[in-house]
């Protein structure tokens, strides 16, 4: 399978503890991303990688969270002292660049990975 | 505060109608749209996207874009209750980077 995979699948932790979550995106895309969906809600943005650059982040992303994509290939996501509202599911998704007619360089689809469901009790 | 808008149904049709979601979008310039399908407890799993006015068909499935009235729909001809899951709506950000999300449309196909 060369989708996006994440780990792990399934998360509980107590209120309190760190936690890290990896997502391995398809191996020739570029762009890595993070989102986080609660119930009821469609995902909401994180933060993006190009490569290693860390290139945008939402204000969701609070001083407890960090994320880092070292070689350009996988990405972890670290959340500090986690709180109750920290329950989600995290997801990860990548994308290729594709260049159109004009020469301008446009992301592409992204493709999720099956995401990290965190429940923190 | 840029939104997509998608009315969170549940919409319910018979098994080989054509079931129609609808989405709504704030931003003039977003330029790339995108329909997921979400099953419960499942990720979100690309089925169209769409970037030019007009419709676009992919078996089944027809997506239609008319940026003029900022509005992008599904269409889901010969709807299988397997169709039955949540569909999300999704436009670029200006920058191109993030997808911001409808809070999508639960769809509900009965045999």
């Known amino acids: 399978d060369t989708g996006v995979s994440q780990n792990p699948r399934h998360k509980i932790t107590k209120r309190g503890q760190n936690v890290t979550f990896r997502c391995d995106p398809i191996s020739e895309h570029n762009r890595l991303y993070w989102y986080r969906q609660t119930l009821g809600q469609g995902p909401e943005f994180l933060t993006y990688?190009?490569?290693?650059?860390?290139?945008?982040k939402s204000r969701l992303l609070s001083d407890r969270f960090s994320a880092e994509r070292p070689k350009g290939s996988f990405s972890t996501l670290e959340i500090q002292r986690t709180e109750q509202g920290d329950s989600a599911m995290y997801l990860c998704?990548?994308?290729?660049?594709?260049?159109?007619?004009?020469?301008?360089?446009?992301?592409?689809?992204?493709?999720f990975g099956p995401g990290t469901r965190l429940t923190v009790t | 505060q840029k939104e997509v808008e998608q009315n969170s149904g549940p919409l319910s049709v018979p098994e080989g109608a054509i079931a129609s979601l609808n989405c709504t979008y704030s931003?003039?310039?977003?330029?790339?749209f995108f329909w997921y399908r979400q099953y419960s407890g499942k990720s979100p799993e690309l089925i169209m996207s769409?970037?030019?006015?007009g419709d676009k068909e992919d078996g089944r499935f027809t997506a239609q874009l008319n940026k003029a009235s900022q509005y992008v729909s599904l269409l889901i001809r010969d709807s299988q209750p397997s169709d039955s899951a949540t569909y999300l709506c999704?436009?670029?950000?200006?920058?191109?980077?993030?997808?911001?999300f409808g809070k999508g449309t639960t769809l509900s196909v009965s045999s």
């Open positions: 990688f190009q490569n290693e650059a860390q290139l945008e």
């Open positions: 999704a436009v670029n950000n200006q920058a191109g980077t993030a997808l911001i």
């Open positions: 769409i970037y030019s006015n």
């Open positions: 998704a990548s994308s290729p660049i594709r260049v159109v007619g004009t020469g301008a360089r446009r992301p592409y689809e992204q493709y």
């Open positions: 931003d003039r310039v977003s330029q790339s």
